[in-house]
C-alpha cells in the first residue's frame, strides 16, 4: 500500500510552539529541527487527508519529575486538495473531530493549541465532521481503525553520531499498528525509514550530510490508514502515535 504525507510535521510545530518557552536561544530552536515536511507521500488518489495524532515528547531542557507520567498533546489535521493527490488546498466549511472544531491556517486545518486533548484516546475509532465546501459534500464518519497504542522510544542516548550506524529502537509495536515510520533529522536534513519492527538501523550512507547540531530529533510514530469516499471524493484517514526525543548530533 503506497504512503502519503501525513502531515506530521505540522503536528510537531504545533507542539513545539506549545512548549515554545522552554527554550530563550533562538539559534537553538527546538521547531527548527521540527519544521521540515519530508513525510510519507500523498497517494495519486486522495483528494483529502485527515489525521489524528497523539504526540508524546521530551520537553527539551526539562528535568524529569517524580511522579509524573508521559507528557501527551492531541493534535488533529485536516488537508482538502483542490485536485487529486495535491495541489492547492481548498477549504471545505468547518471540520470538527471528537466534536472539537479546527481552525483554519491558510487553507489548512488544525486543532486549536489550547485544545492538547482531543479525546484521542488509544484502541478507539476518532469522529469526524466536515459541513462541506470548494466540491467537497457534507459528510460524517467514524474510523473503523482504532488509535494504536502510545508509542515509547527505548533508550534512546542523549548524543549520537553520524559518523558511523545509528539503531533506534522502541519498546513494543503498540497495538493497532498498521506501520511504523522512523525518523533522524538535523532540522534540515530528515533521514525516514518505514518498518514494522522494534528497531531500526540508521547507516552512515542514510545519515550522510547531517550537520552537528544540539537539536536533532529521532522519532518513532505508529499508524493506521484507511480511506472513504463522499460524493466523489476520496478521503484518507490516519490515527497515529508518536513519540520524539530531542538529541545532540555529532558528526
Not at 471540520?95 to 487553507?107: E, H, P, Q, W
Not at 547531517?210 to 537539536?215: I, P, Q, V
Not at 536533532?216 to 484517514?237: C, H, L, M, P, R
Request: proline share 4%.
Amino acid at each position: 500500500m503506497k504512503l502519503f504525507r501525513s502531515n506530521l510535521w505540522i503536528f510537531l510545530l504545533a507542539f513545539s510552539v506549545y512548549f515554545s518557552s522552554c527554550s530563550s536561544d533562538d539559534d537553538n530552536d527546538p521547531t527548527q529541527a521540527q519544521s521540515a515536511n519530508v513525510t510519507p507521500e500523498t497517494p495519486g488518489d486522495a483528494d483529502a487527508v485527515l489525521a489524528a495524532i497523539k504526540v508524546k515528547s521530551n520537553v527539551p531542557g526539562a528535568a524529569p519529575v517524580p511522579g509524573l507520567g508521559d507528557i501527551l498533546i492531541d493534535v488533529a489535521s485536516a488537508n482538502f486538495y483542490s485536485s487529486a493527490g495535491g495541489g492547492s488546498l481548498a477549504k471545505a466549511g468547518d471540520v470538527m473531530i471528537n466534536d472539537f472544531t479546527l481552525k483554519t491556517v491558510g487553507n489548512s486545518y488544525i486543532n486549536n493549541a489550547t485544545d492538547i486533548s482531543l479525546g484521542l484516546n488509544s484502541g478507539q475509532g476518532n469522529d469526524w465532521s466536515v459541513s462541506g465546501g470548494s466540491g467537497f459534500d457534507a459528510f460524517t464518519y467514524s474510523t473503523s481503525k482504532k488509535m494504536p497504542g502510545v508509542i515509547r522510544l527505548n533508550n534512546v542516548p542523549d548524543a549520537i553520531s553520524v559518523a558511523g550506524s545509528v539503531t533506534v529502537a522502541i519498546e513494543g509495536i503498540p497495538a493497532n499498528c498498521d506501520n511504523i515510520i522512523w525518523v533522524i533529522s538535523d532540522g534540515d536534513k530528515v533521514a525516514t525509514k518505514t518498518t514494522k519492527a522494534t528497531s531500526v538501523t540508521f547507516s552512515s550512507s542514510d545519515l550522510s550530510g547531517m550537520k552537528a547540531t544540539s537539536t536533532g530529533i529521532v522519532q518513532a510514530a505508529a499508524y493506521t490508514t484507511e480511506s472513504q469516499t463522499f460524493g466523489g471524493k476520496k478521503v484518507y484517514f490516519i490515527n497515529e502515535t508518536l513519540d520524539s526525543k530531542f538529541v545532540e548530533i555529532n558528526k
